[in-house]
């Protein structure tokens, strides 16, 4: 239910000009039908299919038999799904979803083409000087982005039609709902320093070398470990 009704209500329209045919048993006449025109204008009316991805949220299955009102999408799913609390920087990570969600694009919509809009590692909470760093190595946000960058050749391999990828961030940059309390920056932004210097971290340099033609594992530390 939370496929077809949180997360395919845009994918099955686009491509096949209607919603989940689950979706309109569990919504029902609330779910209004597409007049004549619009499934023709609406399928195939995409260039690709871009999104952000960053974690995983585990949900599990309630009874909402109860006639539960007002009725809305989250009601009709009819799943637990609690929010993650990214400002706690203790989000599950899972390199596989991403290699799941863009097997499901290639079997069930046709393979279209994918670009990876936004995928990142944040350090937090709090902010932290360039001093403060000193200790932080930035191991993890570097093994982050290779284990995606794994995930995506993979499937690839597999004949996924993914074409692009962008890491957020380059840069320490002021996030629209954790303003300076997160930090995804390849690049950080040493807040202790009036004229917020800039500088490399770790990431940076190791996802510059891969750009460049450099090998995709280096030797991995003893006890490979990272909760984002």
């Known amino acids: ?121 944040a350090d937090g909470p709090g902010t932290r000087s360039k001093a403060e760093e000193e200790d932080d190595d930035d191991e993890d946000r570097a093994e982050f982005l290779q284990d995606y960058m794994e995930t995506l050749y993979l499937s690839i391999r597999n004949g996924s039609n993914a074409r692009g990828y962008f890491v957020w961030s380059f840069l320490d940059v002021f996030e629209f709902l954790f303003g300076y309390r997160l930090r995804f920056g390849l690049c950080g932004v040493d807040m202790g320093d009036a004229a917020r210097t800039r500088y490399m971290r770790r990431s940076a340099r190791w996802y510059s070398g891969f750009l460049a033609g450099g090998e995709l594992r280096p030797a991995a530390r003893a006890q490979k470990s990272y909760v984002q």
Do not use: C
């Not at 871009?50 to 974690?55: I, R, V």
């Not at 949220?57 to 799943?79: F, K, L, N």
């Open 1 to 121: 239910m939370v496929s077809a009704t949180i997360k395919y209500r845009f994918m099955h329209p686009l491509v096949y000009g209607d919603y989940p045919p689950v979706m309109r048993s569990r919504v029902g006449r609330r779910l209004p039908a597409l007049p004549a025109p619009e499934p023709a204008k609406v399928r195939g009316s995409f260039d690709f299919i871009g999104f952000n991805h960053y974690l995983i949220m585990r949900a599990r299955s309630i009874d909402t038999s109860s006639g539960q009102e007002p009725r809305d999408y989250y009601v009709d799913a009819a799943v637990e799904n609690p929010a993650a609390d990214i400002t706690t920087g203790e989000v599950e990570t899972a390199p596989w979803s991403l290699r799941k969600l863009l097997e499901h694009l290639k079997l069930n919509y046709g393979n279209p083409t994918v670009w990876i809009h936004e995928n990142g590692y």
